[in-house]
């Protein structure tokens, strides 16, 4: 018999929590849920969860801090970050501290539940690459997180990691956003869902990558295909 998929849910809200933990069961998770941030931190850090359902504003301490302090602990534990909050910089620190996606409230459980679905989904299978990917200045070691771009150092999330590899895979050619959610997040295809994660990370790659962010020569997009990353020397 197969183990229960098993979930944290981490939401002050009452109402939403409950709701939350009804959903789940009713869709087969073992849940676990806490009300505040400290009692959240201590569960995902002690407990073995397959993804930590994370609110952003908790009493006690904030799912920011949450989140950052279980990236110290574990890179790969599953995070999806549950936000009011719809301001670019605000979903930005979220997913800069390691959180694989973000939904915003209020939200529909379906498309909710489709986000968990994927995420799952992707932390299981992975994806298989080269070790290192280096390209012009860059240097970057995939199993580490870690790389270097001249002489500065330079740390990446496993889903920025992800990305690059799936890019890198695939450098003869551009990539649609489309597609990068398929095969990177493990969204269904043809899944009408909205979302800027991908738009985000990119842009949180070139931060890192680039020169100059806002003349990317590294991570270029191609008007109307995507997003191709230019590996030749």
């Avoid at 407990?47 to 801090?65: H, R």
């Avoid at 800069?96 to 968990?116: E, N, W």
Wanted: charged share 30%; glycine share 6%.
């Amino acid at each position: 018999m197969s183990r229960q998929i098993q979930i944290l849910v981490v939401e002050d809200e009452e109402a939403i929590r409950t709701g939350l933990i009804d959903v789940l069961v009713f869709h087969g998770y073992e849940v676990d849920s806490s009300a505040t941030g400290p009692e959240g931190l201590s569960k995902a850090l002690t407990g073995k969860f397959d993804l930590v359902l994370l609110d952003i504003m908790l009493p006690g301490m904030d799912g920011y801090e949450i989140c950052d302090r279980i990236r110290a602990e574990d890179r790969h534990q599953p995070i999806i970050m549950l936000t009011a909050k719809t301001s670019d910089e605000e979903i930005i620190q979220g997913l800069t501290l390691g959180a694989d996606d973000y939904v915003s409230k209020p939200f529909s459980i379906q498309q909710l539940v489709l986000r968990i679905e994927a995420v799952l989904r992707r932390s299981q299978v992975g994806i298989e690459q080269a070790r290192s990917i280096c390209f012009r200045d860059v240097e970057i070691d995939t199993e580490n997180l870690s790389g270097r771009n001249g002489s500065e150092e330079l740390t990446f999330t496993r889903r920025e990691i992800e990305l690059l590899k799936y890019l890198a895979l695939h450098s003869d050619r551009p990539i649609s956003r489309e597609e990068l959610l398929t095969k990177v997040w493990g969204y269904a295809r043809n899944l009408d869902i909205e979302t800027r994660t991908v738009d985000i990370h990119i842009a949180k790659i070139r931060r890192k990558i680039e020169t100059d962010p806002r003349e990317p020569e590294n991570l270029i997009t191609v008007r109307g295909a995507g997003y191709r990353l230019v590996t030749e020397t």
